[in-house]
């Protein structure tokens, strides 16, 4: 592993060397004998020092927002997804030299003692890396930040590979418990479900609510410590766990039922077990929303309880705070806020919402109509009466007003109504959402762009005002910095180390692109990478790879919208042209996929199977495997991630266009300089618009394309009779020909295809797919052309920074200054 970049580090409180404060822990903290130290021992002590210091500087932070009155930001997020903290965190203080120099006395590198952490399972995928990037960069540009969520004891899950297949195993991340997490046990939150609401009438005769009875959980928090970047600010991120109201009942064990004493205490718990547990069943669905209510319910409490010690009148809880709301998963905070005012603190209906309406901003995730969160009403009105009430109350006055306003449009309250029509009455959760928000934003300019026309159209109109766009972006301390160790040696080299907080300084490489010895360089450092890469394939997966051949990468959660599918089309008609054209001379190739399909979701574990199972024939197939390989990487996560994304020559990021809200991966891959091949869909236009038409691989139907080919009746069917080679492909899924004796296995994935009408245009775009592949074939042999775009790419992607899109947010709807 190479050294640290010679980056100036930031003075440290402490004066003992962090191997000192390391050695000490390992005795006193971990009860351990320090004398010769293994790497668990090292890497344990490492933390606890680490920790120590990031402990320091958040005391004097939280200090000085209350000595400035600083206005505070809650980022409310099921979702975390931070990887691996050590590396990360001594980057970030400056730390980098001294744990080398530490870990160098007992003969261990870095490397070796990062194999000892656990990844936390905090997250599934996009939305909970973009939270922690966002976290990240919200404390290196010193905001009053805190982000929030829960404390799953259990990940999303662990994925394996058995017989091509895809099979979920439990993620205990905390076995071996994490002391980044702090515990506070001291400051317990009691969290209601059920009961029931009882009515009465104040001195005025103004009619109140209280609600009683049902189930206690008590909401312990976890805090998480987040730095800045060698500026001295640290943020916290507190992760709520469920504990028990009571940890048994005593009179049960007396009487010998051991099981019945504690059953009340794992329910309980099972709050905050496990992260997206299953829906299909009611059970599922209600733990769900228990979990979403029950990090919200707290927060709230932990936000009320702060503006409190301020001493301030109620109406300027908006002027101190705003509430960012990542998705719909916490809209359920806006009734649980009117009850606390209206029940708790006794302030009037109007004020109430006032107060609410300028405190609260929603950030849409979603385009897919099917993925916009609806909660069935008997299931709220069970498990959460008094906000059904309040949202009922909410959704009365939203439509009187409508109704006021758009007298000659009387469908338009049922299309915007909190409560959907129907047999089955459900909340529209992202109308909640946009109802009680100042601020509504999409994260791409065509996400957004899709909301305004299509998916809130009706609310735009009604909220002409509320909507605005934010671009995702990602921090370039981990996506750069931290994974692509020798081009950010290169990157320093030429541009000082002022780029890893400020991205833009990367427009000043395109002077370097025709510079051979800098392309000579940048080359090295991307077969480095790829070395790298190929040396773990071959440990993971038995597998052989040629780190010279094109490196194609498809690396995301499991989807059809994400069109896997088509990408393993393709390589089936590749496959099919070597072998009937053994003499032809092609580029070798490496196909890469990872990521995990939902447990429920069929097809796309069908797909899953399909890849393996056609990596398994081209890879055995002694006339094709020295120039094609097919690689699934199971259990993709954070720590796979900075592995494949340095070593990347080709980023797949073909979702149907019109699908995808924006994508982090696309911009993860192109800063590293890998050149993608996509769809003009999500932030890949945007992308596209930095980097240069000429250095980016766009293909196939645009959105409002594939609107118009539904709408004329679009026949999957015409593609298979007249495309001779795509129809090949297509029947050998529909045989045996990688299922022998099974020619129905994929019978699913044929008929989605054909009979079903191919939703997600698959074969309609799978033409232009197949002949850009062509093209980047025949660019990549020009080694001076591809490098140059290379380079051009990663000069374009300053935009992309999650520093930037945080400063937008910052200045546009939090209102938050830094407080460095």
């Known amino acids: 592993m190479n050294e640290p970049l010679a980056e100036s580090e930031a003075p440290q409180a402490r004066n003992s060397a962090l191997g000192e404060d390391a050695l000490w822990h390992i005795l006193y903290s971990l009860g351990r004998d320090n004398a010769h130290p293994d790497k668990h021992k090292c890497y344990w002590g490492l933390v606890l020092a680490v920790r120590d210091r990031m402990l320091e500087k958040w005391a004097s932070v939280q200090r000085q927002y209350y000595e400035n009155d600083d206005k505070r930001l809650y980022y409310l997020s099921l979702e975390f997804l931070p990887g691996k903290f050590l590396r990360e965190n001594l980057l970030s203080l400056g730390l980098e030299s001294e744990a080398h120099t530490f870990l160098r006395k007992y003969s261990f590198s870095l490397d070796q003692i990062m194999d000892v952490e656990c990844e936390p399972g905090l997250g599934n995928g996009g939305l909970g890396r973009l939270a922690s990037c966002y976290m990240d960069s919200m404390a290196t540009l010193g905001l009053p930040a805190f982000g929030y969520g829960i404390r799953y004891s259990y990940g999303l899950f662990r994925q394996e590979i058995r017989n091509g297949r895809q099979v979920e195993m439990p993620d205990n991340w905390l076995h071996e418990g994490n002391h980044w997490l702090i515990p506070r046990p001291h400051g317990l939150y009691p969290i209601r ?19 009683r ?50 059953q009340e205490k794992i329910k309980d718990e099972n709050i905050s077990m496990v992260l997206y547990p299953s829906d299909d069943a009611p059970e599922g669905k209600t733990l769900r929303l228990k979990q979403q209510y029950f990090f919200v319910a707290a927060t709230m409490r932990d936000l009320v309880r702060r503006f409190k010690k301020l001493n301030k009148p109620w109406d300027q809880l908006p002027e101190k705070n705003v509430v960012q709301l990542n998705e719909t998963h916490p809209s359920i905070a806006i009734p649980e806020l009117m009850r606390i005012l209206l029940d708790e603190e006794l302030i009037c209906w109007e004020d109430s919402w006032f107060i609410c309406q300028k405190l609260f901003a929603y950030t849409n995730h979603t385009i897919l109509p099917e993925a916009l969160e609806t909660w069935p009403v008997e299931l709220m009105e069970r498990l959460l009466p008094r906000h059904m009430q309040i949202i009922y109350e909410i959704n009365r006055r939203f439509l009187e007003d409508v109704r006021l306003h758009f007298r000659d449009e009387p469908d338009l309250p049922s299309r915007v109504s909190l409560i959907s029509d129907g047999p089955e009455k459900v909340v529209r959760m992202s109308h909640l959402a946009i109802v009680g928000s100042f601020s509504i934003n999409g994260v791409s300019a065509l996400h957004t762009q899709i909301l305004r026309d299509r998916v809130f159209h009706d609310f735009i109109r009604i909220f002409p005002d509320r909507f605005n766009n934010k671009t995702n972006g990602i921090t370039p301390r981990r996506w750069l910095r931290q994974c692509n160790v020798s081009l950010s040696w290169l990157l320093s080299e030429h541009l000082g180390c002022d780029w890893v907080t400020d991205l833009d300084q990367l427009e000043r490489i395109r002077e370097l692109a025709d510079d051979e010895e800098f392309r000579h360089d940048w080359e090295q450092c991307r077969l480095t990478n790829k070395k790298r890469l190929a040396d773990h394939i071959e440990k993971r997966n038995g597998i052989t790879v040629n780190p010279h051949s094109i490196f194609d990468v498809q690396a995301k959660r499991f989807h059809e919208y994400k069109r896997q599918l088509l990408n393993v089309l393709h390589i089936i008609s590749l496959y099919n042209h070597l072998r009937k054209n053994p003499e032809v001379m092609m580029q070798p190739r490496t196909f890469i996929f990872g990521g995990k399909a939902a447990p429920s979701y069929w097809m796309a574990k069908d797909i899953i199977y399909l890849i393996n199972c056609v990596a398994r024939r081209i890879n055995s197939d002694p006339h094709t495997r020295n120039v094609l390989k097919v690689i699934f990487l199971a259990n993709y996560n954070i720590s796979l991630s900075q592995l494949l994304v340095p070593a990347t020559d080709v980023s797949e990021q073909i979702s149907t266009a019109g699908y995808e809200a924006s994508g982090t991966g696309n911009m993860k891959f192109a800063l590293n300089g890998a050149l993608t091949i996509g769809t003009r869909d999500g932030a890949n236009i945007e992308i596209g618009e930095r980097v240069g038409q000429d250095n980016i691989y766009l293909f196939g139907l645009c959105e409002q394309e594939v609107l118009d080919m539904r709408n004329r009746g679009y026949d999957p069917w015409e593609l298979y009779k007249n495309d001779g080679e795509l129809r090949e492909v297509l029947d050998m899924i529909n045989s045996d020909e990688f299922t022998p004796g099974n020619p129905t296995a994929f019978s699913g994935i044929f008929n989605s295809l054909l009979s079903g009408g191919d939703r997600f245009m698959v074969l309609a775009d799978y033409r232009a797919y197949a002949e850009t592949h062509q093209r980047i074939a025949h660019e990549f042999g020009d080694r001076e052309l591809w490098i140059r775009k290379s380079i051009l790419n990663t000069a374009g992607m300053g935009f992309f920074s999650s520093d930037r899109a945080v400063r937008e947010y910052m200045d546009d709807i939090w209102g938050v200054k830094p407080d460095v």
């Open 193 to 211: 479900f059920y009961g029931t609401v009882h009515e009465w009438q104040d001195d005025d005769g103004t009619l109140r609510h209280d609600w």
């Open 213 to 262: 009875g049902g189930d206690i959980v008590m909401a312990m928090a976890n805090d998480m410590y987040v730095p800045g970047y060698r500026n001295g600010h640290v943020n916290c991120i507190r992760l709520w766990e469920a504990r028990p109201h009571k940890e048994f009942v005593l009179s049960s064990f007396n009487a010998g039922d051991y099981i019945g004493s504690v």
